[in-house]
């Protein structure tokens, strides 16, 4: 495992592509990690009542009663109010590399 592991680190055409893909320091780059990954798990946990709420009315206007409730069970299921620590651990990495 170790040897493997020093082999990534010198392989350089793996370490080119990680440089093409860490992003850029910009203001951009800042805000595109801002708003794709903080900003929705915030939104879930002051938000989640109405946006439950909101799922529930657009599911009961449109669809039958089986998958409605199949559907009402999934975005309980997703926006339970709780804060996902992997994807905020996930936003601290991103920010971390974007800035090391």
Wanted: proline share 4%; aromatic share 20%.
């Amino acid at each position: 495992m170790k040897q493997k592991l020093e082999n990534l680190k010198n392989n350089q055409e793996l370490q080119s592509r990680l440089k093409e893909m860490k992003p850029k320091k910009t203001i951009w780059g800042f805000l595109a990690i801002v708003l794709f990954i903080f900003l929705p798990e915030f939104l879930n946990v002051f938000y989640y009542q109405e946006i439950n709420e909101w799922f529930l009315k657009f599911f009961n206007s449109y669809y039958p009663p089986e998958v409605v409730n199949k559907m009402v069970w999934l975005t309980g299921k997703i926006f339970d109010g709780n804060l996902s620590f992997l994807n905020i651990g996930l936003g601290i990495g991103l920010l971390w590399w974007m800035y090391k």
